[in-house]
């Protein structure tokens, strides 16, 4: 069994995409937040319906979802990396 060493770049890479994962967290929470409270705030007879749904429900759920599944796939062509998860050190023992 081999010793973790904590200066490995495969850390700092990790920890990175980490960052960049709870980012869009936020992000998709903050998307949902705002539009379906911020629309959905009024009474219901003066809600707007964008294809029959509620715009609230529409903007934050819909196209949210759109939305982050376009982000998604930018940030990981962009700023993810192929890690190699075999010990380096394996081959030279």
Do not use: H
């Amino acid at each position: 069994m081999s010793k973790i060493d904590q200066n490995d770049p495969r850390f700092k890479i990790a920890n990175r995409e980490a960052l960049i994962g709870v980012g869009l967290v936020i992000f998709n929470f903050i998307w949902w937040f705002g539009f379906a409270y911020g629309l959905g705030s009024s009474p219901v007879e003066e809600y707007t319906y964008v294809f029959g749904m509620p715009a609230w429900f529409f903007y934050s759920c819909v196209v949210g979802f759109f939305v982050m599944a376009i982000i998604v796939i930018i940030m990981v062509k962009k700023f993810f990396v192929e890690v190699d998860f075999e010990d380096e050190q394996e081959g030279s023992e």
